[in-house]
């Protein structure tokens, strides 16, 4: 597609439930990262997909985050048992090569546990 | 791993005047290094980048300078406008072609 797609845009969810946060890469580009971002902070690595290379989960906060990339293209984030530091700003971007150029973002996904 | 301080946290500056923004980083393996542009309710926007064989670059109003040996890198904004209020955060990626770690970010408030 043109750009990064995510969906949903918002989703509330209550304190407990699972959810599933969906990224659309930029067609060709090899590189996918999510990143969360609380209000008014900054951007917190969360994981990164490169290729057909073991993804680096280094910034997930808790075994009850993960992530998966699906035929090299689309991306889920999940979040098992949410709890109210869950809620933040999720955003996903990918960059044609790592490393060459800067990466694109998505609009996000807004997650709020009530 | 690599570590990115940005200071200052909030800036606030006359319609007009310059605005500069400094970010130091920990891996002197890094050697890209660029800049995002995060309005109010929208997604980061990459405004300008910079490699660690080049010293400066310049895109109209805005430029960016890197010190590879101080490990430092800064953005430099002139004849700012209201629409240059946003967030700025600065972000380095080492050569392995690795994530980028961003900066805390800079909240730019551009007084009419």
Redesign the interface.
């Known amino acids: 597609g043109a750009g990064v797609s995510q969906s949903p845009s918002n989703k509330v969810t209550e304190k407990g439930k699972d959810v599933e946060l969906r990224c659309d890469p930029i067609s060709g580009h090899t590189a996918l990262?999510w990143?969360r971002q609380s209000l008014g902070?900054?951007?917190e690595?969360l994981i990164?997909f490169?290729g057909n290379s073991a993804p680096?989960k280094?910034g997930l906060p808790s075994d009850r985050f993960s992530a998966e990339r699906t035929g090299g293209s689309v991306s889920t984030l999940t979040i098992q048992r949410t709890q109210q530091e869950d809620s933040a700003v999720y955003?996903c971007a990918s960059s044609l090569?790592?490393?060459?150029?800067?990466?694109?973002?998505?609009?996000?996904t807004r997650l709020t546990v009530v | 791993g690599e570590n990115v301080e940005q200071h200052p946290s909030t800036l606030s500056v006359q319609e007009g005047d310059s605005a500069v923004i400094k970010c130091t980083y920990s891996d002197s393996a890094s050697n890209y290094f660029p800049w995002y542009k995060q309005e109010l309710g929208k997604r980061p926007q990459l405004i300008i980048d910079i490699r660690s064989n080049v010293g400066e670059k310049k895109d109209q109003r805005i430029a960016v300078t890197l010190n590879k040996t101080a490990k430092h890198f800064s953005l430099h904004i002139t004849e700012t406008q209201p629409e240059d209020s946003a967030v700025y955060f600065c972000a380095a990626e080492p050569a392995a072609g690795n994530k980028l770690t961003f900066g805390g970010g800079t909240r730019v408030l551009v007084k009419p």
Do not use: A, H, I
Request: charged share 5%; no cysteine; hydrophobic share 25%.
């Open positions: 990262y990143y902070q900054g951007l690595f990164y490169q680096d280094s955003l090569v790592p490393g060459v150029g800067g990466y694109t973002f998505g609009s996000g």
